[in-house]
């Protein structure tokens, strides 16, 4: 197996944890639940710098900052994925990375000022032994893990020596080398074999963090204020908010990604599409949510000006229609419930602008509760409106299938979720 493609499987075989009767699934080990946490801090950082700089070239700069940070926490998984970590020289391995992380995670407040080289010079690190871990692959350094060595690494620290112009334009022609490896090395990459239980959780659990920040900048910004009837309504609409983005993803959309990456005829262009950069794009909509909150519950009464709307319903609109890329690369079908509610959100931005910020939050928190009870009634009515048996064990199930509710899988086919067929429509 080689992770540029030089060697391995052919296209389209089913690695490890798929279909047809191979391995047990790939579980995620402790050393990667504890190398999230730093990126719980990561990410909180990342919100800290929007909070302040909130204006177009603000939500540029935390994007410029936020790339590598994701970068470095996805070709650790990755590496995770395609091979077995559980021993000492990796376990030391992801440590190390996560080191790197916290130490990006540190520069962060002051990337554009004094801490430059020092985000900079910690990505380096991490992805130098990102490559090291990998070394004995055959042509490792042509691919991704050898674009973050010799190309993004060198640009984030040198980028962090220039004034904050000459910075800015640096650090994102890294972020866009690292953002394009993979599309670049398409063909290489074509004979890895990912694992199709392991990406899906990984990923799962990443956005779990985002959406933990969102949790952090409703109580955080909560816990200093009075708490009146006003202040704890603000709370509950923002709650409700990140409840509803939770319910989006992990009540429909996490199984039918898993199921999407289990059947597909190319996992590494699920991968590439669905985990890698519709990923970044849910966080990045997740962690504008966040930042909203913590502009909008401390003081309900207070008028948002068209920044912090902008953030909390464009952060929003974002996630949805993410959605609708995601469910048009695994099946081909249009999200048009979901897509559909991120117009009228960010239909509606202009308009509440000059509303009070309980207002603001209501709004959006009736409109995600809506959005949900319509998928859900769409997912009972499709699921009872085809009750077709399971097919028989070994049998492929066609994408976009649905399962009788409460039918048993078959032993050697994946899950093909309900909600697969009809939600996000």
Same mark, same amino acid.
């Given at each position: 197996m080689s992770a540029t493609g030089d060697a391995g499987p052919p296209e389209?075989?089913?690695?490890?944890?798929?279909?047809?009767?191979?391995?047990?699934?790939?579980?995620?080990? =402790?050393?990667?639940l504890y190398f999230d946490l730093v990126?719980?801090? &990561?990410?909180?950082?990342?919100?800290?710098?929007?909070?302040?700089?909130?204006d177009a070239t603000g939500l540029v700069r935390a994007l410029v900052v936020?790339?590598?940070? +994701? =970068?470095? =926490?996805?070709?650790?998984? @990755?590496?995770?994925n395609i091979r077995d970590v559980d021993n000492l020289r990796d376990r030391l391995g992801i440590l190390a990375v996560g080191l790197g992380g916290l130490f990006m995670a540190l520069a962060v407040p002051g990337a554009y000022g004094g801490r430059g080289v020092l985000l900079g010079a910690a990505y380096w690190l991490a992805r130098l032994v990102l490559l090291l871990l990998l070394i004995r692959l055959p042509g490792v350094w042509r691919g991704p893990y050898g674009v973050g060595v010799l190309v993004?690494?060198?640009?984030l620290v040198v980028g962090g020596l220039l004034p904050a112009g000459p910075r800015l334009a640096l650090w994102t022609a890294a972020a866009l080398c690292d953002l394009a490896a993979p599309l670049v090395f398409r063909r290489r990459l074509a004979a890895v074999a990912y694992h199709p239980s392991h990406m899906p959780e990984r990923f799962a659990l990443f956005l779990l963090?985002?959406?933990?920040?969102? %949790?952090?900048? %409703?109580?955080?910004?909560?816990a200093g204020a009075r708490l009146d009837v006003a202040e704890l309504a603000a709370v509950?609409?923002?709650?409700? %908010?990140?409840?509803?983005?939770?319910?989006? +993803?992990?009540? +429909?959309?996490?199984?039918? $990604?898993?199921?999407?990456? *289990?059947?597909?005829?190319?996992r590494r262009d699920v991968v590439r599409r669905i985990f890698q950069y519709g990923h970044l794009a849910l966080a990045a909509g997740v962690i504008g949510v966040a930042v909203g909150?913590? *502009?909008?519950?401390?003081?309900? =009464?207070?008028?948002?000006?068209?920044?912090?709307? &902008?953030?909390? +319903?464009?952060?929003?609109?974002?996630?949805?229609?993410?959605?609708?890329?995601?469910?048009? $690369? $695994?099946?081909?079908?249009?999200?048009?419930?979901?897509?559909?509610?991120?117009?009228? @959100?960010?239909?509606? &931005?202009?308009?509440?602008?000059?509303?009070?910020?309980?207002?603001?939050?209501?709004?959006?928190?009736?409109?995600?509760?809506?959005?949900? @009870?319509v998928e859900h009634v769409r997912v009972v009515r499709a699921v009872g409106a085809d009750p077709a048996p399971v097919p028989p064990a070994g049998s492929a199930l066609p994408v976009g299938s649905p399962l009788p509710a409460g039918a048993p899988l078959p032993s050697a086919a994946p899950a093909?979720? &309900?909600?697969?067929?009809?939600?996000? *429509?």
């Open positions: 389209g075989r089913r690695d490890a944890g798929g279909v047809g009767g191979e391995a047990d699934e790939k579980r995620v080990t =402790w050393a990667e990126f719980v801090f &990561a990410i909180t950082q990342v919100s800290g710098l929007l909070h302040h700089h909130h936020f790339v590598p940070v +994701y =970068w470095c =926490w996805v070709g650790t998984t @990755v590496q995770a993004s690494g060198p640009l963090v985002a959406l933990g920040e969102s %949790i952090v900048g %409703i109580g955080g910004t909560a509950a609409a923002a709650f409700t %908010i990140s409840a509803g983005l939770w319910w989006q +993803y992990f009540v +429909y959309a996490a199984d039918a $990604m898993r199921y999407a990456v *289990e059947v597909a005829d190319s909150f913590g *502009e909008t519950v401390a003081d309900p =009464w207070q008028t948002l000006g068209p920044g912090s709307v &902008a953030l909390l +319903y464009g952060g929003c609109g974002l996630y949805l229609l993410t959605f609708g890329y995601t469910r048009w $690369m $695994m099946f081909r079908k249009v999200a048009t419930t979901r897509v559909g509610a991120a117009a009228v @959100v960010l239909g509606l &931005a202009p308009a509440v602008v000059r509303l009070p910020a309980l207002a603001v939050l209501v709004a959006l928190a009736v409109l995600l509760v809506a959005l949900n @009870v093909a979720p &309900a909600a697969s067929a009809a939600s996000a *429509e």
